[in-house]
């Protein structure tokens, strides 16, 4: 699905040759300021390389509209954006962005019941906890149905049983829907367990 070639960005990575698959879970770990969180901005086109190629479904990446990029390659970062508003009106904006008819409210219900938000869809969303906020990201993305999943560390704001429950429940989901998942994570738990494809950043190198 993404092919890396001879990529290089600033001081932060070199990768000589990378390999996404697609119908996939790819976890990506590493230490601190490894270039991790910049690798899924090179693939989602908020960065750009310095030099080399990046390929998506065998198209230049340079070549692809952004705005189109990103309605099929989404990516959710460490800490989500949340608008002012009600919980059903913040996982409707994901639709919208999308360019997809508003989700109704069993199906809102429905994601919220995977990452395990048991909340009105009518509440105030910037009233949530910080792992609450995480998690009515998460049901966003579900709700856009993309066919990749960028994720930065999605599960750093829940708590070890939240996390293992939430994630095992979206990786289910996403499989149903045919997806592909990208991850970084800094639990080699978590990437043991759901990663499929592994993929060690240190050093800057792969």
């Known amino acids: ?35 991790k969180s910049t690798l899924l901005k090179l693939l989602n086109k908020m960065a750009i390389p310095d030099s080399g ?29 949340i608008f002012p508003g009600t919980i059903a009106e913040n ?13 109704a409210q069993d199906e809102l219900k429905r994601v919220l019941d995977i990452v395990c938000l048991s909340k009105s869809v009518d509440e105030d969303a910037e009233d949530l906890s910080g792992g609450e906020k995480q998690r009515l990201a998460l049901a966003r993305v579900l709700l856009m149905n993309p066919a990749v999943y960028l994720l930065d560390e999605p599960s750093s704001a829940l708590d070890e049983q939240t996390e293992k429950t939430v994630i095992k429940q979206f990786i289910n989901e996403v499989r149903r829907q045919g997806g592909t998942i990208i991850m ?4 080699n738990n978590l990437a043991n367990q759901y990663g499929e494809h592994v993929i060690t950043i240190k050093k800057k190198k792969v």
């Open 91 to 103: 996982l409707q904006l994901g639709r919208l962005f999308s360019e997809k008819e508003a989700a």
């Open 184 to 187: 970084v994570t800094h639990s």
């Open 1 to 35: 699905m993404f092919k890396l070639e001879n990529v290089h960005y600033r001081s932060i990575l070199q990768i000589h040759h990378m390999v996404f698959e697609s119908d996939r879970v790819t976890c990506i770990v590493g230490e601190s300021g490894a270039g």
């Open 53 to 81: 190629d990046i390929y998506f479904k065998g198209e230049l990446l340079c070549n692809r509209d952004p705005i189109k990029h990103r309605r099929e390659v989404v990516m959710l970062p460490q800490t989500p954006l």
